[in-house]
């Protein structure tokens, strides 16, 4: 009753926005427009059209509105007239959803001048202005300049606002939301608690705003990796904004999605995608077909079919929101090239490297040109073009690319970030897998120092990072050591994670490769159950990586002489992903391979060859880990060599050299294999 008092039509409008009931706004404001003969009046509802268009993501059209407004009142008013600033706040709020900073922080920066000499140095109209020059500022990932910004405003508020404003409490948001993005977790806690004690006291029990408030906290704790209190936020937000909000509001929509993410982060992606679809069916409703928060939602529900080995279903989400980004958004804008990268990652998933590369260069592109140079998602960029070339087995190029983003977020982030931890993180796996071991040590320890600092103590990220210099111990020799690690890791997963979470699998197969290397094949075989029980939970029948456990397993078996024992194991593992991958995988080589070398210990070589070449046929004609062309040489090698075919044994061993050569250092372990392999053969041949 109180938005429509006063103000008659217009105030109805405003209302019907409140609800998100933007259509039936429009309509009304469409019919004022015609009747209205008056210039002020007509920038008046120009001005509430762009707030509807704005609101619906029609960002173009919203612009347009704006500007007629403008136009009109530029002729009838001072040229610092505060309703100006009004109208220079709107098309600066356009250009920021547009990513268009850097003129966003333009108009904004002109409202701030007309209101400032206009009004009162403490008026709160010019700490919205300064918070509009934070908001820009955040965006462009310049933290720094958006903090000074957001506390300008904030100066203001204290000193003008009485201490339980609602608008007191948005700032304290706005300032934790700074800390969130800066990855200072402890802070936006601060910040956002906050706010919620002021909107507790000042607003009425099922507010929007005082849902929103516990949202900003639920976010803040799933980023700490405790998603039992996220998710305990996130559903008193869920309450009141079913209490406030009409049943197709687009804040009711947002609601869902965010307890789907927490579901997706326990690896509970039946729930997750439940959540994701009812947040998706609000939005056809409410929305507009090309609204970016549809595209958002299509990319969600995509990501839990990529999770769940559905690659298809994952494209086919994933191309719906790049399909409505593109028509929602400019060519250039980041939220497209975000989407660019996801479909790159099911393509990297399925080891289509060709395709992954094509659509990360496509949203890298973006990227540069919307982006300041220093900005965390140019560096977030450079990163997964270095994971397809990591997965290639070009560790030259992954480190080049990986560098680059360390470089970007050694300048654009706190030293304590997350996201830097990220960065050296991935470049200890570069190292890991070239055998440089002391090295990868060094960077997963410096990420493990940050960790460490910036994270709670049973968060899931330092639970991997325990993992992490686990398989460097491991790699050298120190299984005592390798084990610790892994217990640590497992020990952060048994508090934070549910008790059939994939992480769990990955944690019990890493224990499982220790006990391995050390000779203790019970126990190995012990461990790769427990990981294989948890796969069989967690992931749908038809995941290709139901097939790892298969595979840990024949290992063992090979180990332990019990050839019919890895045959079996080796062969579901095939048949799982000849059933779930396309053909030609990669996974399918390394199956051939495991197999074939099975057959050469049994002494079929016959059988042994058979399934080597049918390895070495994918791997020379599809994408795949060189290294792992290179084993299959080696294999080969070495069943000629038993053979007694000499000449045919040293082709495939000098392949296999070869291709280890180019791709490791000199002091590599499997340069070792080769080199071994190779003294046999001369021994056998009689040249000494």
Request: aromatic share 14%; with cysteine.
């Amino acid at each position: 009753r109180k938005e429509v008092d006063g103000t008659g039509w217009y105030r109805m409008g405003q209302l019907l926005l409140k609800i998100g009931q933007f259509d039936e706004a429009e309509e009304l404001y469409t019919a004022l427009l015609e009747e209205t003969s008056n210039d002020t009046d007509k920038a008046r509802i120009n001005n509430k059209l762009g707030d509807v268009k704005y609101d619906q993501g029609r960002y173009e059209e919203a612009m347009s509105f704006y500007k007629t407004a403008f136009q009109i009142y530029r002729k009838a008013l001072p040229k610092d007239h505060s309703t100006l600033a009004e109208i220079y706040n709107s098309i600066g709020a356009v250009h920021n959803n547009m990513a268009n900073h850097s003129r966003a922080v333009k108009y904004f920066e002109t409202a701030l001048k007309i209101r400032k000499q206009a009004l009162p140095s403490t008026h709160s109209d010019i700490a919205q202005s300064y918070a509009w020059v934070g908001a820009a500022y955040n965006n462009m990932g310049e933290y720094s300049k958006a903090l000074e910004f957001y506390e300008k405003a904030h100066k203001i508020y204290e000193i003008a606002l009485p201490s339980n404003h609602p608008s007191l409490a948005k700032s304290y948001n706005c300032i934790g939301g700074v800390y969130y993005s800066m990855g200072d977790y402890s802070k936006t806690l601060e910040f956002y608690e906050k706010s919620l004690k002021i909107f507790v006291k000042a607003l009425p029990s099922n507010h929007p705003d005082l849902g929103d408030s516990y949202a900003s906290i639920g976010a803040a704790y799933s980023s700490m990796g405790d998603y039992s209190k996220a998710l305990d936020f996130y559903e008193k937000a869920h309450q009141i904004h079913e209490i406030a909000l009409p049943p197709n509001h687009p804040n009711l929509g947002n609601s869902y999605n965010c307890i789907g993410t927490i579901y997706y982060s326990n690896g509970d992606y039946s729930k997750a995608l439940e959540f994701y679809e009812k947040a998706h069916q609000i939005y056809e409703i409410a929305l507009p077909p090309n609204h970016p928060s549809l595209a958002t939602s299509y990319n969600n529900i995509g990501q839990v079919y990529n999770a769940t080995g559905d690659y298809s279903k994952a494209v086919e989400f994933y191309e719906k929101s790049n399909k409505t980004f593109e028509k929602a958004l400019p060519p250039n804008h980041p939220n497209l090239a975000t989407s660019y990268g996801k479909i790159a990652g099911v393509y990297r998933d399925m080891s289509d490297y060709s395709k992954a590369l094509e659509f990360y260069e496509k949203a890298h592109k973006i990227y540069e040109i919307a982006l300041p140079p220093n900005h965390p998602s140019l560096a977030t960029s450079y990163s997964n073009i270095g994971q397809v070339y990591n997965a290639m087995g070009d560790y030259s190029k992954a480190l080049e690319f990986y560098e680059k983003d360390l470089e970007i977020a050694n300048n654009a982030l706190s030293p304590n970030h997350p996201d830097l931890a990220i960065s050296f993180s991935t470049i200890g796996q570069v190292y890991n897998a070239m055998g440089d071991y002391s090295k990868a040590q060094e960077f997963y320890e410096k990420a493990h120092k940050i960790y460490e600092i910036a994270l709670p103590p049973n968060h899931p990220s330092l639970a991997n990072s325990y993992n992490n210099i686990g398989q460097v111990y491991n790699a050298v020799g120190d299984y005592s050591k390798a084990l610790e690690f892994y217990q640590k890791s497992l020990h952060i997963f048994e508090k934070t994670l549910p008790p059939n979470h994939l992480d769990f699998g990955s944690s019990y197969a890493c224990i499982g490769a220790a006990y391995s290397s050390m000779g203790d094949y019970s126990k190995a075989l012990e461990f790769y159950e427990k990981a294989h029980k948890i796969y069989e939970v967690a992931l749908p029948l038809n995941h290709p990586h139901l097939a790892f456990p298969f595979n840990w397993l024949g290992k063992v078996y090979l180990r332990m002489k019990d050839y019919s024992k890895a045959l079996e194991s080796f062969e579901k593992c095939l048949s799982i992903w000849q059933k779930t991958s396309p053909e030609n995988h990669s996974y399918l080589a390394i199956a051939f391979s495991s197999i074939g070398d099975v057959h050469r210990l049994m002494g079929d070589y016959e059988k042994a060859l058979t399934f080597h070449r049918n390895a070495i046929n994918i791997q020379e004609n599809v994408q795949c880990n060189p290294l792992d062309c290179s084993a299959t040489y080696i294999n080969l090698g070495e069943t000629y060599r038993e053979m007694k075919d000499y000449s045919t044994a040293l082709t495939y061993y000098q392949k296999g050299l070869d291709i280890r050569e180019k791709k490791l250092p000199k002091n590599h372990p499997d340069l070792a294999v080769v080199y071994h392999n190779l003294a046999k053969l001369y021994l056998a041949t009689e040249q000494y």
